[in-house]
């Protein structure tokens, strides 16, 4: 189990890179287009982590998930190297006969089953490996921000509303149209924001498993840190 668990770690590591670019690249003239770019980053890292430390599943099941995100990863992996050399290195990282070789030391059987016409599903015993959008919806409904996973995935794969939303169109003295850069605070913000959640729920859950109720009476001091600086910064009223 002190895999799965490093594994998580691993995960809120990754949300907390996405928070620490995020603070390094806002500014007074940031628009909400890097930011939004990085919450979805955050989400899908924070969303893994999330589906790990679901509690009441045990230690087996729990084991079984850290085995089907690793062959779904090593499978992912070995066809990106033959698409960019189809003769294949001799080594670039897990293939999934390795993930499967050490499911198997666990007692465990991880099997890819086809569907016809349609790419396949991941299984180990009695689990399948949810789809990117289905971990994020699961872990969006947790965070109570609906919406945010297709709103930051619309920047991420540069959607028109997402590009043109950091603009203003305006109109020059001449009368000449013109488009100038629109930071939009409550926009950036809400980003913000929204990175920090997929490391704060998944956290709770692993405090919850562990054990450490001192942990998490911090967490909750956290939480009603972030409520006043909402207030503060005049957000809007319904995100509090």
């Not at 990754?14 to 770019?37: E, F, N």
Request: proline content about 5%.
């Amino acid at each position: 189990m002190q895999s799965v668990y490093t594994a998580a770690a691993l995960y809120l590591e990754a949300v907390l890179q996405c928070m620490r670019a995020m603070a390094a690249s806002i500014t007074t003239d940031t628009t909400h287009y890097v930011p939004d770019c990085l919450a979805r980053a955050a989400m899908e890292a924070g969303s893994q982590a999330f589906w790990l430390l679901e509690p009441g599943i045990g230690a087996r099941r729990r084991m079984a998930r850290f085995m089907l995100i690793r062959a779904a990863g090593a499978q992912r992996l070995a066809e990106e190297v033959v698409r960019t050399d189809p003769a294949g290195p001799g080594f670039y990282g897990e293939t999934p006969a390795q993930a499967a070789d050490v499911a198997a030391h666990y007692g465990l059987t991880c099997e890819y089953r086809k569907r016809k016409g349609r790419r396949g599903d991941w299984w180990c015993e009695a689990d399948k490996l949810p789809g990117y959008t289905q971990r994020n919806l699961i872990l969006e409904d947790a965070m109570s921000t609906p919406a945010a996973y297709a709103i930051y995935s619309a920047a991420l794969h540069a959607d028109w509303h997402s590009i043109v939303g950091n603009w203003l169109q305006t109109t020059a003295p001449d009368g000449s149209g013109a488009v100038v850069i629109h930071p939009d605070r409550v926009a950036v913000w809400g980003a913000a924001l929204v990175a920090a959640a997929p490391a704060i729920f998944p956290a709770i859950r692993a405090l919850t498993l562990l054990d450490h109720r001192a942990r998490l009476l911090e967490v909750d001091h956290w939480r009603a840190s972030t409520l006043r600086l909402i207030r503060q910064m005049n957000l809007p009223r319904s995100w509090w």
